[in-house]
């Protein structure tokens, strides 16, 4: 597969935005793809908020088994970060979330408060793009989006939400100037933080084939009736007869092909997927 592309050009205004903003927030959410949480990890941004408590939510933490996801968390915590599995749709893991952050910034809450101040901690929520940012600022509003308008210091126009003890930042996603291995890339790909429109489908769907026939045969054996098939190109085949994805005259269509296994995979229909 060619060099997958990334543009740090346009990622340069987001940056801005969250160094700018910087001197506002007393921490950050770092949010976290549960599939490939690794591969996920912006260092550009680990840097940038290198001063800051962080916290890093490995989200969509229904799309995998919960032992990976917590092994995951484990590796996170074991290099002394703090780490959380959350998924955005469900209330419980959203509370625990809360929590985790009241936790984080308790002895701050509790200094302010013998002071007799009262103010929210400023949370800033960055990320790869399509972690589920901004839904998880929504769950953990309630929807109600709070908005607190312009704060000193902070960009005009910027948009806080309000909750009780805390008020979030969302900000656009950001992708890493560099990758420290094309296995990484693709895994955003397959996640869907990559843009699209650069993305050869085709060659995306034959690598993720070629990743799952190893990892997870018999998941892809269930979804799409497929048997004994160890390559990619023939699992693309297999799909294609299975699903009827044929041109006029009989050729396999293979772009039909891909784009329903990458559906298929973003939408966690082939089963609960681990790529890390
Ligand atoms: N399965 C699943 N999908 C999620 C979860 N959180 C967000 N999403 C979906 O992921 C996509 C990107 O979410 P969004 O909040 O826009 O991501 P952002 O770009 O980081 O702000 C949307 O289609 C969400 O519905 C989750 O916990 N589980
Ligand atoms: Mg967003």
Known sequence: MKHLQWFPGHMTAAMRMMEENLKAVDGVIIVLDARAPFSSVNRKLDGLFKDKKILYVLNKCDLVEISDALSAVKKFREEGKSAVCVSANEKRTVDALYGALLALFKDKLER??????????????????????????NALSGGKKTQTGNKAGVTRGKQWVRLKDLELLDTPGTMPPAFDDQQSALRLAYI?????????????????????LVKYPELLKA???IEGVKEPLDAMNAVCVRRGFLLKGGDYDYERCAAAVIDDFRKGRIGKIFLD
């Open 112 to 137: 302010n408060k013998e002071k007799g101040i009262f103010k929210p901690m400023r949370v800033m929520v960055a990320g790869i793009p399509n972690t589920g940012k901004s839904t998880i600022i």
């Open 223 to 225: 979804r799409y009736d």
């Open 192 to 212: 869907g933080s990559m843009n699209d429109a650069n993305i050869d489908f085709n060659d995306l769907a034959f690598e993720l084939l070629k990743e799952l």
